[in-house]
């Protein structure tokens, strides 16, 4: 039986760790949060990311990050992204260069602007590392609901690995080769999400979101192309699969966040009461930093932005998106879909 590892105890990290359980793997877990082992270690249940699911006695729980690690096929960087590099700071002392890095956060470096593969092979360049992302929530991976989810590597070799290691009748797992594709639409997603939220804290109807949804898609992949992505990739799961499940569902930490600053709350009171990292708020800066380095038109992003950090009103800023000068949609699609605005 081989090893695997799961570094972070947050909802993903706890259902991805309950899939390759029940894979056959001898799944270690890792928190630095003593009281959050204990407690799962005793009931099995990690009460506050995922209450009512329970944990197999073959799960092991440990806040010993060597021991967790050493003999580990797979490393599963379950933490978020903000905190990936001093994460693997903390382990590349102990990581040995045959193990597989798999990276499941969806965000983007907020000093750097890196994506979070970059970041990882600054500091250990020499591990393969695959991305696992995709339309996902850790609500219905943890209870085995179908799903699908993207193992996105240049080595198809590595990418095949690891979806064998998380593909099982309930999840479904593809390769893809495009990682700058598939981690740019997991972190992009979380910024049209917010919006989407927005809206309907707001109170618009169906109509409002799903042009937020169509034109935010068309967004992500002009700059995701922009930053080198293929723009194929999308239009797959990772792409619009994903923005689609974030946008509508109430398991969404960026679409509640969006809902509770749509009916008027502060920034600083949606965070406290979501009181879970909402990856989409730095995202929303990054990409706003890199679309004007870029000269990259981003209506949605850049008005998002000034709700989050120029206190800007968020009907102020749908009248401004819905006044903006007239445009052929046609065109957007003979130029490849999402270079021009």
Not at 92 to 103: A, G, M, S, T, Y
Not at 186 to 209: E, P, S, T, V
Not at 222 to 242: E, K, N, P, Q, Y
Request: net charge negative.
């Amino acid at each position: 039986m081989d090893k695997v590892c799961v570094i972070g105890l947050g909802s993903w990290g706890s259902a991805l760790a309950l899939t390759l359980c029940k894979n056959g793997y001898e799944v270690h877990m890792w928190t630095r949060n003593e009281s959050q082992a204990n407690e799962i270690n005793t009931t099995r249940e990690n009460s506050r990311f995922l209450p009512g699911v329970i944990f197999p006695k073959e799960i092991k729980i440990s806040t010993d990050l060597e021991s967790v690690i050493k003999d580990s096929k797979i490393i599963v960087l379950a933490v978020p992204s903000q905190a990936v590099r001093s994460v693997v700071k903390q382990i590349k002392h102990v990581v040995k260069e045959d193990q597989i890095l798999v990276d499941v956060a969806k965000g983007l470096e907020r000093e750097t602007g890196l994506r979070l593969s970059q970041v990882v092979k600054e500091e250990l360049p020499n591990n393969e590392y695959v991305t696992l992302s995709g339309p996902s929530h850790a609500e219905e991976v943890s209870r085995f609901m179908p799903t699908t989810l993207v193992a996105a590597s240049p080595n198809l070799e590595i990418a095949e690995i690891v979806q064998d290691a998380f593909m099982n009748p309930q999840l479904r797992v593809y390769t893809n080769p495009d990682i700058i594709g598939v981690e740019l639409g997991g972190a992009l997603k979380n910024i049209i999400a917010f919006g989407a939220g927005m809206c309907d804290g707001l109170g618009y109807g169906d109509n409002a979101k799903a042009a937020l949804m169509t034109r935010g898609i068309t967004e992500m992949g002009r700059l995701g192309v922009a930053m080198g992505a293929h723009v194929t990739t999308f239009t797959g799961l990772s792409g619009i699969g994903d923005l689609i499940v974030t946008c509508t569902s109430m398991h969404s930490r960026n679409r509640r966040a969006g809902i509770l600053m749509g009916e008027g709350k502060s920034l600083e009171e949606t965070l406290k009461e979501v009181d879970m990292v909402v990856e989409g708020i730095v995202a929303t800066e990054v990409a706003y930093k890199v679309g004007k380095k870029l000269n990259i038109d981003l209506p949605i992003t850049n008005a998002i932005y000034s709700v989050l950090y120029e206190n800007a009103k968020p009907e102020e800023t749908v009248r401004a998106l819905m006044t903006r000068s007239k445009k052929n949609e046609m065109e957007e699609v003979v130029n490849n879909g999402f270079v021009h605005n």
